[in-house]
């Protein structure tokens, strides 16, 4: 399963962050895949408006997701207080 849906109906564009178990927290593969689906949506002159959504009902998305963003700074969440 992908974590960025990419759904499309007549002009309408729903690209949803599909990470629920993670309040959608953006790690690099939903970074990554959200520019994507800008990219399709800009590129494709059928769609006209595009809704950005998450997934489950906690969260819209958490922010950043602290678990890889620590993993990156030697593994600590006090190694990103200090970056």
Known sequence: MSEVRYEQQGAIVQI??????QLNA???????RL?????????DESAYAAILTGSG?????ASM??????SRRGGSFRSLATA
Do not use: H, P, Q, W
């Open 26 to 32: 953006i790690n690099e593969g939903v970074r990554k």
């Open 65 to 70: 997701d602290l678990m890889e963003a620590a």
């Open 35 to 43: 520019y994507e689906a800008f990219e399709r949506f800009e590129a």
């Open 57 to 61: 009902g906690n969260a819209f998305c």
């Open 16 to 21: 949803t962050i599909d990470r629920s178990a």
